[in-house]
């Protein structure tokens, strides 16, 4: 049973940080998994910002946030971070991390079809 929980959302003033946990159990140190990383603005579709895959590493961002975001994985405790800079008030989101089981990364990682299960989310806010 694979369960993804996020933390690290809050309040941020623009130009701060904040660093997104996705904690993922189910998975093993040696599983090949990817992660992505979407965000849900109000009235908006979702939107994918970043994926990672599991064993080699592959990452992606997409380009609204790429310069500022980074994503990174620590696979001894099957952990995904978004380390977001710069935040400005349209990052403004639910922020949800997803997985699926696979080698590398789906070919459009950022399409929220290409997984299977989900987080609960977590909310960023960035305001003065």
């Known amino acids: 049973q694979v369960q993804l929980v996020e933390s690290g959302g809050g309040l941020v003033q623009p130009g701060g940080s904040l660093r997104l946990s996705c904690a993922a159990s189910?998975?093993?140190?040696?599983?090949?998994?990817?992660i992505g990383w979407f965000r849900q603005a109000p009235g908006k579709e979702r939107e994918g910002v970043s994926c990672?895959?599991?064993?080699?590493?592959?990452?992606y961002i997409t380009d609204s946030v790429k310069g500022r975001f980074t994503i990174s994985r620590d696979n001894a405790k099957n952990t995904v971070f978004l380390q977001m800079n710069s935040l400005q008030p349209e990052d403004t989101a639910v922020y949800y991390c997803?997985?699926?089981?696979?080698?590398?990364?789906?070919?459009?990682?950022?399409?929220?079809?290409?997984?299977?299960?989900w987080g609960q989310g977590t909310q960023v806010t960035v305001s003065s």
């Open positions: 990672i895959s599991s064993r080699d590493g592959i990452t």
């Open positions: 189910g998975f093993t140190s040696r599983s090949y998994y990817a």
């Open positions: 997803a997985a699926t089981w696979r080698v590398g990364l789906p070919r459009n990682c950022g399409e929220s079809r290409n997984y299977d299960y």
